[in-house]
């Protein structure tokens, strides 16, 4: 097979430099002709040139103050289908909250963004929206929304775009969306494992015939008929097979997937239908032993559907969360619940649409023990109460819908946590595990900025001749609306050096910026080598870094075996390099190869080996070996040096 264009994923990187350059031309006519408006096309593009060149910050806050800043986000007409909805939804919220929010604009005459050239960032922004679901249940029962990666995963799939293909992803598309599909699918596994410890399975129908439990989380938004997998231990009196009991304790057929009689590691993978299951919302499945079990010839390798329910094994077991719980569903089958995530003020947002063209009077029902309801906007704003009786578990309150042909309707309600708050379980993620971070990531074609969306930046700009004492800038932007930042910056060249100051103490207030100024005099001579800026911020290293003299790419080779693929890297520079490397493979094969990235660090005239491991046979797949280090960027295929 062959890979997609390596040549082209210049993407990202040409085109932030290509705007940097307009931006730079359009400010300074703004400052010759009192006429002249800045044009924005691409608000990613201007948060970048804003942080790199902070101090024109005050300038362009004062040409939006005046008038005279113009923003074009596209000309995209609303979507039928609920998950590009959606996402043109998040990207005019995100939107809005850098230019309204940091910038102290208005984009309510700036149109709405084109939605995606492409099924691979349809199915990350599924992934996203389950994800969403999932985690918010398991709030709900005492657990921590994991705001930063999911917010992490949205601006990679909202940043993704393809200039120069209509039929197929780039690579770095590729990547993007391969990394926004890893951190949703984090999120959805551990906020089922958080609630599976909870769910009192003894209470399920037929549970004093079983030796363990399935729960089965459905997070579809519909009530479709879904695919579901489980991983099936083997042991004490499952160990001979089993039967699968549904939630009203009868049998359900299955199939084998896969299997594994190693040792402790006695299991099998089964797949089954799910019907009946809440929009979101688990159930508890039964597992009762039994002497007979499906033989080999049954095993079934199709994969399962996008929209699949959730399901992990327990113990029969009694615990604070009820056997199954039908948090929200909608009653019509051309409706889908697009959206449930928490609101302000505790809340729950729940998002509905019609999704096949007609009109429908529907029922929503909220089996979470409702407490207030009411309907809300567009940018999800409270605009109406709504009457809602308080009902306990077995008794759903009703809401009334009716929507038009692809209508959405947006609701807030107030929901009873129904665990008693412990101490809180983290979902996903909460920080970069690449580091350093390099603070110019687009030159990287990473897409969105890092987990944490870089609220401190740190950038210089200029060169470093040799023989010659250099002036450079040193700024640090804050693009947190309501945090402050204070520290010193580290400037870290050769010894002997004369670099002043080495240390920069800095303050940067919500939403500021700082400019500071360093001299840094190069010995004539001097071999080549990095001047590296580094600051932290909650914990993680930033970083910005000067060329010395030639530096030279590294050499770098991609090799594949019968277990896995091997990433060789030598340096050729007399001083040490950090970055890192993705693989970059086909979708259908991205849970079967691991890690998706990793870090690497190259001391002078050192090399590295990185090991990318596999599962099945992988030797008709194409895999490019993306390099990533101080604003470089290389693409090798195999056997390419």
């Not at 559907?305 to 029969?316: F, I, M, N, R």
């Not at 595990?433 to 890092?450: I, Q």
């Not at 103490?505 to 001299?519: C, K």
Request: proline fraction near 8%; charged fraction near 20%.
């Amino acid at each position: 097979m062959t890979p997609p264009r390596v040549a082209a994923t210049e993407g990202q990187r040409a085109r932030v430099r290509q705007a940097f350059a307009a931006f730079r031309h359009q400010l300074s006519a703004c400052r010759l002709d009192p006429e002249q408006r800045l044009a924005v096309s691409d608000l990613g593009s201007l948060r970048a040139f804003l942080g790199a060149h902070c101090e024109e910050r005050p300038y362009v806050r004062g040409l939006i103050a005046a008038g005279r800043v113009e923003v074009a986000l596209g000309r995209g007409d609303e979507p039928e289908d609920p998950i590009l909805a959606e996402w043109q939804r998040r990207s005019l919220t995100y939107a809005r909250s850098y230019y309204e929010g940091l910038l102290g604009g208005s984009l309510e005459d700036a149109g709405r963004p084109e939605t995606p050239t492409l099924g691979v960032v349809r199915l990350a922004t599924a992934a996203i929206l389950r994800a969403e679901k999932a985690a918010t249940v398991a709030v709900l029962a005492g657990a921590r929304y994991p705001e930063l990666a999911l917010d992490r995963a949205w601006r990679q799939v909202l940043a993704a775009r393809d200039d120069d293909a209509l039929d197929a992803p780039s690579l770095d598309l590729l990547a993007a969306c391969r990394e926004a599909m890893e951190l949703a699918g984090e999120v959805s596994d551990r906020a089922l494992s958080y609630l599976a410890q909870l769910v009192s399975t003894a209470a399920a129908e037929g549970a004093s015939q079983c030796a363990g439990s399935l729960v089965v989380l459905s997070l579809s938004g519909n009530r479709e008929v879904m695919e579901c997998r489980a991983r099936v231990h083997l042991s004490g009196a499952l160990a001979a097979g089993f039967e699968l009991l549904d939630r009203h304790g009868r049998g359900v057929r299955f199939q084998l997937v896969s299997a594994s009689r190693r040792g402790e590691a006695n299991w099998v993978e089964i797949s089954f239908s799910v019907a009946d299951l809440p929009c979101v919302g688990y159930a508890t499945y039964g597992l009762r032993p039994t002497d007979r079990f499906p033989e080999p010839s049954a095993l079934n390798e199709t994969p399962p559907a996008a929209g699949s329910a959730l399901a992990l094994q327990t113990p029969v077991q009694a615990g604070p969360l009820p056997a199954e719980l039908d948090l929200v569903s909608v009653d019509a089958p051309n409706l889908t619940l697009v959206a449930l995530k928490p609101a302000a003020e505790g809340d729950v947002l729940v998002r509905v649409q019609e999704c096949e063209g007609r009109a429908v009077n529907a029922v929503a029902a909220f089996g979470g023990g409702l407490e207030q309801i009411w309907r809300a906007d567009a940018r999800e704003r409270k605009v109406a109460d709504l009457p809602a009786p308080l009902f306990g578990w077995r008794r759903a309150p009703r809401v009334p819908l009716t929507l038009g042909p692809f209508e959405s309707t947006h609701l807030v309600v107030a929901l009873r946590r129904f665990a008693p708050a412990g101490e809180p379980v983290a979902l996903g993620p909460t920080g970069e595990p690449y580091r350093p971070l390099y603070c110019r990531y687009w030159d990287h074609n990473l897409g969105a900025a890092p987990i944490g969306n870089m609220p401190l930046g740190l950038w210089t700009n200029g060169t470093l001749p040799l023989g010659q004492n250099t002036r450079l800038p040193v700024n640090l932007s804050n693009d947190s609306p309501d945090r402050e930042f204070t520290g010193a910056v580290q400037v870290l060249a050769p010894e002997g050096w004369m670099v002043r100051p080495r240390q920069i103490p800095y303050r940067v207030p919500a939403g500021s910026q700082a400019l500071y100024e360093i001299a840094v005099n190069v010995p004539e001579g001097a071999p080549p080598c990095f001047v590296r800026l580094e600051a932290q911020a909650d914990g993680v290293t930033i970083q910005d870094v000067l060329p010395v003299g030639e530096i030279l790419p590294l050499e770098v080779t991609l090799t594949r075996d019968d277990g896995g693929f091997t990433v060789t890297l030598a340096n050729p520079n007399p001083d040490y390099v950090e970055g890192q490397v993705a693989l970059i493979t086909p979708p259908d094969t991205w849970q079967a190869i691991e890690p998706r990235m990793q870090a690497f660090r190259i001391e002078a005239k050192g090399s590295a080996e990185l090991r990318f491991t596999t599962e099945g046979d992988l030797s008709r797949t194409w895999a490019v070996a993306k390099v990533a280090w101080y604003g470089r960027v290389e693409y090798v295929r195999e056997n390419e040096r």
